[in-house]
């Protein structure tokens, strides 16, 4: 099975039974892991929602441009994507920004995708997020950081039982002591908590707009995995060729980015943050394209248009992407913008 499975086997037999969120950075991110090479796309592994529409970058877009009127037009704007993939949504965001004078930064551990967001004319490549920056971007990211499992009082570690990785329970450490609750399953995001002192580090003055899927106090979970558009039950089983990740609960996101003297706006859901940028009147005017393009013969635009309109309406799906939540997190004496403010009062009507 290559060399995730070699490295997790020789570390456990050289130190005992490893930490699940261990597992996940060797599976995912050690040599010949699952991000060794971007696995988003149509043909791959999973879809993100730039890739679903490029509409979803275009309203983003939107948004930034509020950000960057709310620090006072900064020149330039100093941008940076963590987690930035195959560069899809660099690509889309980036060609709605207008006059906008962004320096874009993408931050990818991976090698292969770091070759991938090389070719992207204006766009600087780092391995991490250590450099100054107004404005942080991180599209489903979090919930692909290795994070610890609890089940009640006792952790999830990884053992062996000859050449078979299996789950082991041990008594939770004093780390974790805090968020075990119950017999339920719970995620501790320990490599989130870590990006998020990162981004207040890096925050001199600024915003930072995390997405993902997840909730408000779900304990996160259910632990999984993604192969070939597949939900994977056993991450165990072949480790390096699945994705691993569980729904994120940006409660403790949350607290922990004010524990480091940032400010924790409101969440919302993408549902309504699309909306609240235009997704609705985005969606009219396709709508009176494809009609016009019907009247006037040309039927192979129009279902085009009919298509692109389509998929465009599954980034608010509320059974799916729309689920998504947005957090976004400000340095202190910034205000809301107004896109947040009109999807506040949506989640409120």
């Known amino acids: 099975m290559g060399e995730p499975l070699d490295s997790i086997r020789r570390e456990i037999g050289e130190g005992g039974p490893i930490t699940f969120a261990r597992f996940m950075e060797l599976a995912l991110y050690g040599p010949g892991g699952f991000y060794g090479s971007p696995p988003v796309g149509a043909d791959r592994d999973f879809v993100t929602s730039p890739h679903v529409h490029p509409v979803f970058g275009e309203l983003v877009a939107r948004a930034v441009r509020q950000l960057w009127e709310a620090l006072g037009r900064p020149e330039p704007l100093r941008a940076t994507e963590a987690g930035a993939g195959d560069g899809t949504f660099a690509r889309t965001l980036l060609a709605h920004t207008g006059e906008i004078p962004v320096r874009y930064t993408a931050v990818e551990r991976s090698a292969g995708a770091r070759a991938a967001l090389a070719t992207i004319e204006g766009v600087e490549v780092r391995d991490r997020l250590d450099a100054a920056a107004d404005l942080v971007l991180a599209n489903e990211l979090l919930d692909n950081l290795p994070f610890r499992v609890l089940r009640g009082n006792r952790e999830v570690r990884i053992g062996r039982e000859g050449e078979r990785l299996v789950e082991i329970l041990v008594p939770a450490d004093a780390e974790l002591g805090g968020f075990a609750s119950g017999g339920a399953e719970r995620v501790v995001p320990v490599g989130a908590f870590a990006f998020v002192d990162d981004l207040a580090r890096v925050l001199e003055r600024g915003y930072a707009l995390l997405i993902d899927y997840g909730g408000l106090g779900t304990s996160g979970g259910p632990v999984h995995g993604y192969r070939g558009h597949t939900i994977v039950e056993d991450v165990l089983a072949a480790p390096g060729t699945a994705d691993i990740t569980a729904g994120v609960d940006f409660e403790p996101i949350a607290s922990r980015a004010e524990a480091d003297g940032l400010v924790a706006f409101p969440t919302v859901t993408q549902h309504d943050a699309l909306l609240a940028l235009g997704l609705a009147e985005w969606l009219h005017d396709e709508l009176v394209s494809q009609r016009t393009q019907l009247d006037t013969g040309v039927g192979r635009e129009a279902v085009a248009t009919w298509s692109g ?26 205000d809301r913008p107004g896109w947040l403010e009109r999807a506040l009062d949506r989640a409120e009507a």
């Open 309 to 334: 309109r389509s998929r465009a309406t599954l980034l608010v799906d509320p059974g799916g992407l729309g689920r998504f939540r947005w957090l976004l997190l400000a340095t202190p004496g910034l």
